[in-house]
Nanobody, 123 residues
């Protein structure tokens, strides 16, 4: 079973950028997808972005389109989330997850999760 480990979170000011990384412990299939979700205190886990491992096609939630970019490095088994123009409402714990069923916005479709990395954006 692949394991995931996120890094790159921190405390920044509104308008700043951060790059999150998710390290995979092993290879996954081209048919799988990787995604970033986030969870703020008292709220449900929210879809942010996903990428198909094989083709590299991507999908984003509307609130981050044009500001966030998800990418993957298949050779290094890494997934990244470049976050620009950060806003206070982006504050959350960010988790990466693996779906065996292609990319989807539903957290229940992801069977492996990392421990998360905290992103705090001050105004």
């Amino acid at each position: 079973q692949v394991q995931l480990a996120e890094s790159g979170g921190g405390v920044v000011q509104a308008g700043d950028s951060l790059r999150l990384a998710c390290a995979l412990s092993d290879r996954i299939l081209s048919s799988h997808a990787m995604a970033w979700f986030r969870q703020a205190p008292g709220k449900e886990r929210e879809f942010v972005a996903a990428i198909r491992w094989g083709y590299g096609t991507t999908v984003y939630t509307n609130s981050v389109k044009g500001r966030f970019t998800i990418s993957r490095d298949k050779a290094e088994n890494m997934v990244y989330l470049q976050m620009n123009s950060l806003k206070p409402e982006d504050t959350a714990v960010y988790h990466c997850g693996r779906s065996r069923r292609g990319y989807t916005e539903y957290a229940a479709e992801y069977d492996v999760w990392g421990q998360g990395t905290q992103v705090t954006v001050s105004s």
